[in-house]
């Protein structure tokens, strides 16, 4: 006898309260002041359901599942979060298109890993922009010969004129391709895109914008940074919409998906961005088939109020860890939406070694999860507000260091 389906667990009431009274949709460790969504998410029950009965359906018949339902499945759940995202939905957008991919760093392997590199071609991407996406810029370099110029961005900074100026020197000869952070991973400054892009197609470089913080933190029309001038932008859903990890989005402009390919060649290379990027080999495409959860249960908390709440909630914390401390956040307050980075308390080593030990001793002796990231030789903690947390959790942050 077959057995029906267990129902998912319910979405949130539309009215609900924030903070504690939540954390039941999460299985986060009640233990824990978790304040660093940022890094990796985390997924609520509600989720993980779905995607776990995308891979019942999966595995109960897996060849008529791969090939005669997969690809309906998806091309809903890609329509449904390029709406969200605003991808590809106005008229001089409108050939732009958005793929799945596994995470922003897969997008943006697909993009550098795509260009015909002739030796001597430049790079531009900030001095602060995630690691991986400065380790890619150095295999391209080193494999092709291009060179690679860091905009350097201060920090401190002082204000959103500085971080343009930034890239304005860097772009002072020129570039091929330009990476843009729209919110810097370790500062956790939101960029203003408009300005700096402009100045790349001043220059002649095309454009990338590494997204991966931006979907569900900032209210995101990726037609905007298109009609801008952006080739590419790479998004991640497990962040800040929640969805289970291994699904992120590449958007091309039309002239962006001139030979762009996946980073993994598989059975469909040659026959379009559509069909290449939707299969490039076997593996579980239930992260990105639960996608379509994750935005039920933002819009159930209301994704205005969300933002709105998780923008409010980071400035409140900061504040309130800032005067423990008598430390500032290191960029101007309307610089951060949903994270702000604040310097560490506690003289100590700006190293990585420093920083992982000091995260280790949070965590274990005050039960506080949060990044402590060296930048420039000097610590800074990174927050995350969640709708998930109140202000006793970053409490407990700001006591463990007074």
Known sequence: MTQSPVPPPPLPHPEAPFGHALRPHWSLDPAIHFLNHGSYGAAPKHVLAAQSQWRDRLEREPVRFMVDELPDALASARARLAAVVGAGQRDDTADAKLAFVENATAGANAVLRS????PGDRIVIANHAYPALRNLT????????????????????????????AYDQALGNGARL????????????????????????????????????????????????????????????????????????????????????????SNYFGEGF?????????????????????????????????????????????????????????????????????P????????????????????????????VTPIDGRLFVRISAQVYNELSDYAALAAALR
């Not at 391209?140 to 343009?164: F, K, N």
């Not at 992260?287 to 409010?312: H, K, N, Q, S, T």
């Not at 560490?344 to 990044?371: N, Y």
């Open 274 to 342: 559509d069909a290449e990027f939707a299969w490039t080999g076997t593996g579980d495409p239930t992260a990105r088939l639960a996608v379509a959860a994750a935005l039920d249960f933002i819009e159930a908390l209301g994704p205005v109020r969300y933002r709105d709440a998780l923008r409010a909630q980071a400035r409140e914390a900061a504040a309130l860890i800032g005067d423990a401390w008598g430390v500032a956040p290191a960029a101007p307050p309307d610089m951060f939406a949903a994270m702000v980075t604040l």
């Open 178 to 265: 330009a990476i843009l952070d729209h919110i810097f991973s370790p500062l956790a400054v939101v960029a203003p895109l408009d300005p700096i892009i402009a100045a790349c197609r001043a220059r002649g470089a095309q454009v990338l914008v590494d997204g991966a913080h931006a979907p569900g933190q900032l209210p995101l029309v990726v037609d905007d940074a298109v009609a801008a001038g952006a080739d590419w932008y790479v998004g991640n859903c497990h962040k800040w919409l929640c969805a289970p990890k291994g699904a992120g989005f590449l958007v091309a402009s039309e002239r962006g998906q001139r030979e762009l390919h996946p980073a993994v060649i």
């Open 115 to 118: 260009f015909r590199w002739l």
């Open 138 to 165: 150095r295999f391209i370099a080193e494999r092709h010969g291009v060179t690679v110029v860091e905009a350097q961005v201060p920090w401190p900074l002082p204000d959103a004129q500085a971080l343009i100026d």
């Open 344 to 371: 560490f308390p506690v003289a100590a080593d700006g190293t990585r070694e420093a920083a992982l030990r000091w995260r280790t001793k949070l965590l274990h002796e005050h039960r506080v999860e949060v990044p």
